[in-house]
T-cell receptor, first 116, second 112 residues
Framework: AQKVTQAQTEISVVEKEDVTLDCVYE???????LFWYKQPPSGELVFLIR??????QNEISGRYSWNFQKSTSSFNFTITASQVVDSAVYFC?????????????FGSGTQLTVLP | DAGVTQGPTHLIKARGQHVTLRCSPI?????VSWYQQVLGQGPQFIFQ???????GRGNFPDRFSARQFPNYSSELNVNALLLGDSALYLC???????????FGDGTRLSIL
């Protein structure tokens, strides 16, 4: 069975600090996708990134970067120079690409608070 | 372009009643999925529909049912509501079932 663990329940940082959100996953599949979503107080889940299990290249998008390490089954997310608007709950998720349903298995989320 | 739209925004129901939640996917998206998010937890998968056929079902009782219409919109039905059904119900759509899912704002269901 798939499982996603986000051990950090809450993180609080001061604006402009860098912060890393951890994600560890379990799956028996060799082919899968990993995702990060942001959930602001409004409730909508905002898609941030999708990674294929065969692509271990790290990715950078503006202040966001992702470190995918298959050897440790981790897919960590770093925000550089954090801003107050980054305050939200962040979810890591795992999806099997094969089979009849592409359901997402989410972690329990990390509440990030960026203080001014 | 309009995103995923869900209605209503908030519902209050009594135990034992029935509820219908609605979802309109992004234009061109043929896959719709439903998730339940209990306060303080990550979303849990309920159903996925693609081209009007059920493609997957999560670990939810038969009180939960759904369908997808020819225009790809979808309904989630929950019968015999229990207090534990109180949650945010999220709908997500994608062009195909293996593409990133885009979520709506959700319907917050409160059971009294």
């Amino acid at each position: 069975a798939q499982k996603v663990t986000q051990a950090q329940t809450e993180i609080s940082v001061v604006e402009k600090e860098d912060v890393t959100l951890d994600c560890v996953y379990e799956t028996r599949d060799t082919t899968y996708y990993l995702f990060w979503y942001k959930q602001p107080p409004s409730g909508e889940l905002v898609f941030l990134i999708r990674r294929n299990s065969f692509d271990e290249q790290n990715e950078i998008s503006g202040r966001y970067s992702w470190n995918f390490q298959k050897s440790t089954s981790s897919f960590n997310f770093t925000i550089t120079a954090s801003q107050v608007v980054d305050s939200a709950v962040y979810f890591c998720a795992l999806s099997e690409p094969s089979g009849s349903a592409r359901q997402l298995t989410f972690g329990s989320g990390t509440q990030l608070t960026v203080l001014p | 372009d309009a995103g995923v739209t869900q209605g209503p925004t908030h519902l209050i129901k009594a135990r034992g009643q029935h509820v219908t939640l609605r979802c309109s996917p992004i234009s061109g998206h043929k896959s719709v999925s439903w998730y339940q998010q209990v306060l303080g937890q990550g979303p849990q998968f309920i159903f996925q529909y693609y081209e009007k056929e059920e493609r997957g079902r999560g670990n939810f009782p038969d009180r939960f049912s759904a369908r997808q219409f020819p225009n790809y919109s979808s309904e989630l039905n929950v019968n015999a509501l229990l207090l534990g059904d109180s949650a945010l119900y999220l709908c997500a759509s994608s062009e195909y079932s293996n593409q990133p899912q885009h979520f709506g704002d959700g319907t917050r269901l409160s059971i009294l």
